[in-house]
């Protein structure tokens, strides 16, 4: 049998090819030669083999940085899950207070990211911001530029400001998306709310708090802008995270090749960890 | 020992959605609620359920004013067009929900879940998720939870109506018998009138929030009340048309048509009406039954294996024929077609039958 060899169809991925090329693998390309190579200037580079990544494991610094990192980001989960969970549960499904309650929930995910940042540390400020005095009016003693306990709640805080909004706009959509024959149905069994919460709420939501989830774990993961503007790391290094460690070193010190190191390191973290979480949550979809 | 309906109506903002109704429905009935879509079944049901509490009027239920008792403490199922199933238990827990909250001992529960699923055939599937069910066995799944207790008003809203031809054709028949022989009001919305006339037993013909005739099936679909019953009750759609009559003569607002009266109608005084025709009625060969004439343009014709239905415009109006056998027309041809006229309808100008 004859076969006819056409291969305009490569054409056709052509695009994508490009695309893909010059948006993700030209740049990590570039990282990853940057992280096997030292330079001293004048655009010489020597290879180092992988003394960049011994280096990353055993700095105590990014150790620190990343432990502070993980920390931030389970406690800003474990707050803004169950907190958007809540509130969508108790928004309205119907009637003209559905528009309010969204805009409400939209305004905090349009500010820009270093808006947010300056907010909250003019809010946030002891002796003229309001949430600050209004604290140290009750007695607490509360200055987010010296206390790193202070430093932490304020950056929590304003983190869970302004993105449980979207853990509560994405259940919301979940929520709406539940046929009422679902509640008929419970109620007709006699089923408490805890019971439809369990048994239809919950499950039904399960995909779109995964998706809540990850997008809320490799955001807070990668956190720099706010904090930076806020207390830009400090007092010391107390909400010194990853990112801003990363920058600090790479522009800070224009050590390209650790930075690059850190940079690989800190993005498969990320992947890893996304990967791990989504196989997890959606491992009973499977069988 | 049966459910009435007394003066009940449900309004919504301003929008009617069920017109003053007052009904009352046997125990151990199987009725069947037929509209188009939006005619107020399921807002009826749901009423009837006390899913819905009515604008005003009252509903008893066993000699009781059941008005204002919610639906929990009033011993109903319900299966509706989607099928509901607790997505995160098994289809043996799904089927013993219902008997959960009544605190049944397990045993107790056990053999009636088994003998639930043994009806619906779901005793293979028993340990699996609903997800991993046909569309099919989900809701068998449903119906099996609707049956396992035994409710004294169960409510089927559509539940067919998203099923395939083959599954819907399969429980069609299983469902008569699952409901027969129990202690309970059995209500079965459809939007299909040969469903009704499949299931028989008594059906009610809804339109627009009003209900339109309450009676046993095969009656209303001979004798429906109303031109608007006969629309509701007629697929393919009933053929409508103006018609005056003068003495033995019948003469067709349409097409320079005239009939002889038929011995029925002879007695109804002369003057103008509204005649149906059932379209099977309407027939592509002259017989003995048949006493009309029509002839027309063929607009469409749709032959399903031992069915014909073709649709004629005669004068500007459509008549559709249906009949048995295989009878291939051309669309643009004139053909003639003959009607059984005795078997028409007379409505008067306000759409009441009067013969």
Redesign the interface.
């Known amino acids: 049998m004859n076969k006819t060899f056409n291969n305009k169809a490569w054409w056709m991925v052509l695009p994508v090819f490009l695309v893909v090329a010059f948006n993700a693998l030209v740049p990590l390309m570039t990282v990853v030669n940057y992280s096997v190579q030292e330079t001293f200037g004048n655009n010489e580079f020597f290879w180092s083999g992988t003394i960049w990544f011994q280096q990353l494991l055993d700095n105590d610094q990014i150790r620190a940085s990343l432990g502070r990192q993980i920390i931030f980001t389970t406690v800003v989960l474990f707050i803004q899950v169950p907190l958007g969970l809540t509130i969508a549960l108790c928004m309205p499904r119907k009637g003209p207070w559905v528009s309010v309650c969204l805009v409400l929930m939209a305004l905090p995910l349009l500010v820009p990211w270093n808006v947010v940042g300056s907010m909250w540390n003019i809010m946030a400020l002891p002796d003229i911001g309001l949430l600050g005095r209004t604290i140290n009016a009750m007695g607490i003693h509360y200055n987010y530029t010296r206390d790193p306990v202070a430093a932490w709640f304020t950056v929590v805080l304003m983190d869970v400001w302004h993105w449980t909004s979207l853990v509560v706009l994405l259940c919301y959509a979940g929520l709406v998306s539940i046929?009422d024959?679902?509640y008929?149905?419970a109620?007709?069994?006699?089923?408490r709310p805890w019971a439809v919460f369990r048994?239809?709420q919950?499950?039904?939501l399960k995909h779109v708090l995964t998706i809540a989830i990850l997008l809320r774990f490799m955001d807070s993961f990668m956190i720099y802008t706010e904090v930076i503007v806020l207390t830009g790391g400090g007092p010391g290094s107390a909400t010194k995270f990853l990112s801003i460690d990363l920058v600090q070193k790479a522009l800070g010190g224009f050590d390209l090749g650790p930075a690059a190191a850190f940079s690989i390191v800190y993005f498969l973290i990320i992947l890893l960890t996304s990967w791990l979480f989504y196989t997890l949550m959606m491992r009973n979809e499977a069988n | 020992m049966t459910l009435e309906l007394k003066n009940v109506s449900k309004r919504v903002g301003a929008d009617m959605h069920i017109h003053d109704t007052s009904l009352v429905f046997d125990d151990n009935s199987f009725n069947i609620l037929l509209g188009a879509t939006r005619a107020g079944k399921t807002t009826l049901m749901?009423l009837m359920?006390g899913?819905q509490k009515p604008t005003t009027g009252a509903i008893w239920h066993r000699g009781k004013d059941v008005t204002h008792v919610p639906?929990?403490?009033r011993n109903?199922?319900?299966v509706?067009?989607?099928f509901?199933n607790?997505?995160?238990?098994s289809v043996f827990e799904n089927i013993a929900?219902?008997l959960?909250?009544t605190g049944m001992a397990e045993s107790e529960v056990k053999s009636r879940v088994g003998r639930a699923a043994e009806i619906l055939r779901l005793t293979p599937m028993l340990d699996r998720k609903p997800a991993e069910l046909s569309g099919g066995q989900q809701q068998r799944t449903a119906i099996a939870r609707a049956i396992v207790k035994d409710s004294d008003l169960i409510f089927l809203d559509e539940p067919l109506a998203n099923l395939d031809y083959k599954l819907r054709e399969e429980l069609r028949d299983e469902l008569p018998k699952l409901f027969s022989g129990r202690n309970a009001i059995v209500f079965y919305a459809t939007t299909e009138p040969h469903e009704a006339l499949l299931f028989g037993n008594k059906t009610l013909t809804m339109h627009q929030g009003r209900i339109t005739q309450f009676g046993p099936t095969a009656e209303i679909y001979r004798k429906p009340n109303s031109l608007t019953s006969a629309r509701v009750f007629s697929d393919p759609p009933i053929n409508i048309a103006r018609v005056t009559k003068k003495g033995k003569k019948l003469q067709l607002s349409h097409g320079n048509v005239s009939w002889p009266v038929a011995a029925g109608a002879a007695k109804l005084p002369d003057g103008d009406y509204s005649i149906g025709l059932q379209p099977h009625y309407v027939l592509p060969q002259k017989s003995s039954q048949t006493s009309g004439a029509l002839s027309g343009r063929v607009l469409v014709t749709e032959i399903s294996g031992s069915e014909s239905v073709v649709h004629i415009d005669v004068g500007g109006q459509t008549w559709v024929s249906q009949s048995h056998g295989v009878h291939p027309h051309q669309v643009g041809e004139t053909a003639t077609f003959h009607a059984d006229v005795s078997r028409a309808l007379f409505f008067d100008a306000a759409g009441k039958l009067v013969s």
């Open positions: 046929p024959a679902y008929q149905a109620k007709i069994d006699g089923a048994y239809i919950l499950p039904k | 749901q359920a899913i639906v929990q403490r109903v199922s319900m509706y067009q989607q509901i607790y997505p995160m238990l929900s219902p959960r909250v």
